[in-house]
């Protein structure tokens, strides 16, 4: 059931509506968005259509497809980015945030060692003027969709 107070399931109830950064691609169990206030493009998150709050309240078909959106949004960001590697996160704890999400973040290989590991999310609390532009993420967004194009039960 979808939570008034939920970015996500606010998002979702819009869903035909949304820009290209607001869905990469999508399942008819998953959305993947490009993230905002970030720094590093390509920065994505993974979230089901349907509100959950923990991981362990994803349904069987939720789970059985977690681990290969996962791993295909990580070949994926490899192929455009040239990441050294790709983090994927779970918390959702902040405020308005609680839906279950996945961070899949590009690491590149430059990336300074006092922001890799859980400190990369200081990248999402950089000033404005370092943010990932709603045009740069939208282009990064079509870029990803086509090259996922072809992906089972991708749209």
């Not at 999402?124 to 939208?138: C, G, I, K, S, Y």
Request: charged share 25%.
């Amino acid at each position: 059931m979808p939570t008034p107070d939920c970015y996500a399931c606010a998002a979702e109830a819009a869903f035909d509506e949304l820009p290209p950064r607001e869905c990469v691609v999508s399942d008819e169990h998953w959305r993947v968005a490009h993230a905002f206030n970030t720094a590093v493009p390509g920065w994505l998150v993974l979230l089901p259509r349907r509100h959950a709050t923990a991981v362990h309240d994803l349904t069987d078909a939720e789970a059985g497809t977690l681990g290969a959106w996962q791993v295909a949004l990580s070949r994926a960001l490899r192929a455009l980015t040239g990441c050294a590697k790709t983090y994927v996160v779970q918390f959702a704890e902040a405020e308005g945030f609680a839906h279950v999400h996945f961070h899949i973040v590009p690491r590149m290989a430059d990336l300074p060692p006092e922001r890799r590991g859980p400190d990369v999310f200081g990248l999402l609390r950089r000033p404005e003027e370092e943010w990932v532009t709603p045009d740069q993420a939208d282009r990064m967004a079509l870029s990803l969709r086509a090259h996922l194009r072809g992906r089972p039960g991708a749209r």
